[in-house]
C-alpha cells in the first residue's frame, strides 16, 4: 500500500515557475514508478511525467518536455515536478500516482495508487 499527498499548486502568471510535491507513505516506495498526470475540466486525465524506480530514467509529454523536470527522493519518500515556462494551457489539476511496473508507465491504468490532487492555475 502506498498512499500519497500533492503539495505546491496554486496561481502563477505564464511564464513563471511552481514546484510540485509528492509525498509517499509506505515502506517500498522506491520499489515503484512514480508518475504526474494532469486533468483539466471536461478533458480526460493525461499523462504528464514518469520516472523509473531502478535508474531514475524519465519520460515526459511532448506537451511538457523541455519544461517540466521530474525527479524522486527515495530517502524522503517524495517525487517532485519541476514546472517551469508555464503557458496557461498547463492549468489543471495534478495527480501524482505509483504503478509497480516496471520501466516508465504513461497509462492511467498502469497505475495502482492517487493522490488526491493539487490545483494549478495559470494566468495569462
Known amino acids: 500500500q502506498v498512499q500519497l499527498v500533492e503539495s505546491g499548486g496554486g496561481l502563477v502568471q505564464a511564464g513563471g515557475s511552481l514546484r510540485l510535491s509528492c509525498a509517499a507513505a509506505?515502506?517500498?516506495?522506491?520499489?515503484?514508478?512514480m508518475g504526474w498526470f494532469r486533468q483539466a475540466p471536461g478533458k480526460e486525465r493525461e499523462f504528464v511525467a514518469a520516472?523509473?524506480?531502478?535508474?531514475?530514467?524519465?519520460r515526459y509529454a511532448d506537451s511538457v518536455e523541455g519544461r517540466f523536470t521530474i525527479s524522486r527522493d527515495n530517502a524522503k519518500n517524495t517525487v517532485y515536478l519541476q514546472m517551469n515556462s508555464l503557458k496557461p494551457e498547463d492549468t489543471a489539476v495534478y495527480y501524482c500516482?505509483?504503478?509497480?511496473?516496471?520501466?516508465?508507465?504513461?497509462?492511467?491504468?498502469?497505475?495502482?495508487?492517487w493522490g488526491q490532487g493539487t490545483q494549478v492555475t495559470v494566468s495569462s
Open positions: 500516482a505509483a504503478s509497480p511496473r516496471y520501466g516508465l508507465p504513461i497509462r492511467v491504468l498502469q497505475y495502482d495508487y
Open positions: 509506505g515502506r517500498t516506495f522506491s520499489s515503484y514508478a
Open positions: 520516472i523509473s524506480w531502478s535508474d531514475g530514467s524519465t
